[in-house]
């Protein structure tokens, strides 16, 4: 089946710092994939769509400025979160839709655990 | 707008016991309904979909899920239930091809021996 590969597992990293995940589909292309985010013990909430060659969709309420996604190729999005915060630790959760298979399946990554000290 | 509820925060259930784990929706169209499971601190397992076709859809692990139209439903059950079944469950729920999933609030279910 398809696979996601998100990098890394997990983060720890100084308060004003950026960190970069990555999101990779290693045997599919995708042209959109999808950010979320998800609190302890609480749903996942999408945080942007990412579409390959143009800008991210954000949805409301999140900072496109803060939360920075680049979707540059067929197989990758990256995801940085800019000047982080302790309230930003989160763990966060990509997925991909295969576009050869009609982009009805969604596939997702491994998540990642971000904490912010 | 799309939505999906699940309405238990908890389910227990006795190992060997039959189990649901109860989930409606809410979508302007036709429904693209999941069901995932989430190990702690993992991402997501798929388990099954409906998209179209049988109401009845089996899944991984001895799972299934019935999609009722009228009720707006698609529960998740398993005839008997075993305790490495114990984790966070989400119903999910699309209205077209292409666009992102929407979740339940999850439900952990609970199996014990």
């Known amino acids: 089946g398809a696979v996601v590969s998100q990098h890394p597992s997990w983060v720890i990293c100084k308060s004003g710092t950026s960190v970069k995940i990555e999101c990779r589909s290693l045997d599919f292309q995708a042209t959109t994939m999808f950010w979320y985010r998800q609190f302890p013990k609480q749903s996942l909430m999408l945080m942007a769509t990412?579409?390959?060659?143009?800008?991210?969709?954000?949805e409301q309420g999140v900072e496109k400025d803060k939360f920075l996604i680049n979707h540059a190729s067929l197989t990758l999005s990256t995801l940085t979160v800019t000047s982080a915060h302790p309230e930003d630790s989160s763990f966060y959760i990509c997925?991909?839709?295969?576009?050869?298979?009609?982009?009805?399946?969604?596939?997702f990554g491994q998540g990642t655990r971000l904490t912010v000290v | 707008a799309q939505s999906v509820a699940q309405p238990e925060d908890q389910v227990n259930v006795a190992e060997g016991n039959p189990l649901t784990v109860k989930c409606t929706y809410s979508?302007?169209?036709?429904?693209?309904l999941f069901w995932y499971v989430q190990y702690p601190n993992r991402g997501l397992q798929f388990l099954l979909k409906?998209?179209?076709?049988?109401?009845l859809v089996k899944g991984s692990y001895g799972f299934e899920a019935e999609f009722n139209k009228s009720q707006t439903s698609f529960h998740l059950k398993k005839p008997s239930a075993l305790v490495s079944d114990s984790a966070l469950y989400f119903c999910?729920?699309?209205?077209?091809?292409?666009?992102?999933?929407?979740f339940g609030k999850g439900t952990t279910l609970s199996v014990s021996s």
């Open positions: 990412s579409n390959e060659g143009s800008k991210a969709t954000y």
């Open positions: 999910a729920v699309r209205d077209q091809a292409g666009t992102a999933l929407i």
């Open positions: 979508v302007s169209g036709n429904p693209y």
């Open positions: 997925s991909a839709l295969d576009s050869l298979k009609g982009n009805t399946e969604a596939f």
């Open positions: 409906y998209i179209t076709g049988d109401n």
